[in-house]
């Protein structure tokens, strides 16, 4: 059995971790108000702490340097390719002018 995943939004995110850097709340009291688990809490806390800026990218969304290294493996990976078929197209001329 598949169970759906919540997903919350970003401000939802910001306004959670609000309510405790802010207005005062125990992380456990926020997340019952708020029906979601507390660890989740603590995560989006810490997330947001350490990211500010760039914390809840999104659903499928990524920070810059993780984009960045998909984007160089993604090359890296085509000129492997390319280089692996050059390699064959030199041992079959070489092959063929003898």
Do not use: C
Not at 53 to 62: I, L, T, V, Y
Not at 68 to 89: D, Q, T, V
């Amino acid at each position: 059995m598949t169970t759906e995943r919540k997903s919350y939004s970003k401000q939802f995110k910001i306004d959670a971790v609000k309510l405790v850097t802010e207005q005062g709340y125990r992380i456990t009291e926020a997340a019952r108000n708020l029906a979601i688990n507390p660890n989740i809490l603590r995560r989006w806390r810490n997330q947001l702490a350490g990211e500010s800026d760039q914390a809840f990218p999104g659903k499928g969304h990524m920070t810059t340097a993780n984009e960045e290294l998909n984007r160089l493996r993604k090359e890296n990976k085509r000129l492997r390719m390319e280089h692996e078929i050059l390699k064959k197209a030199a041992a079959f001329f070489a092959k063929e002018s003898m």
